[in-house]
């Protein structure tokens, strides 16, 4: 293990597998995020960079990305947008979750994120998963539903 640095911690809390890019023109991220021959790690970095950006723009952007190949990576995009928790993700998040050709690890992430959003609109989705017979996506529902439930009891106190 060579060096002393320690990982930076997002704005989100988090350590993220890739570190953003310093620039963040979105049509430039776009096209690297899109493109199956980049290297993993640099779209990785894309993903993080979009994140940050924070603008609706590019939320579509990320949206757009669950078109792509890799599983890790749209797994890694539901997180994100868990992270940000903007509505504006909530359609596109419902249709990846209710793809049941889609792999698991991406249906599971979708739904924490929803969960995360807390947009009362996935609620009934995320209802009707509760009885799926992959428990990673059941129980994935679950945990969703019960943040969800918790983050409207605190906002509730807080009114």
């Keep these: ?5 320690i990982p930076e911690v997002s704005e989100y809390g988090s350590v ?3 570190p953003p890019f310093d620039k963040t023109d979105i ?3 776009k096209s690297l995020l899109l493109d199956e021959n980049a290297r993993i790690f640099e779209r990785m970095r894309a993903i993080f960079s979009l994140r ?13 990305a669950f078109q792509a190949k890799s599983v890790l990576l749209k797994h890694e995009i539901a997180y994100v947008l868990g992270q940000m928790q903007d509505s504006n993700a909530v359609p596109k998040l419902i249709e990846v979750l209710s793809d049941e050709k889609e792999h ?6 979708a739904a924490e994120a929803l969960g995360a959003i807390g947009d009362v609109s996935a609620k009934s989705i995320l209802e009707r998963y509760l009885s799926d017979s992959n428990p990673e996506i059941s129980e994935s529902c679950e945990v969703a539903l019960d ?3 918790i983050c409207n009891i605190n906002s509730q106190n807080l009114g």
């Design 1 to 5: 293990m060579g060096g002393n640095s």
């Design 16 to 18: 993220d597998p890739a």
């Design 27 to 29: 049509v430039v991220l």
């Design 52 to 64: 940050n950006d924070r603008s609706e723009k590019a939320i579509e952007v990320l949206c757009e």
């Design 104 to 109: 698991i690890m991406v249906r599971h992430e």
């Design 147 to 149: 943040l969800m439930s």
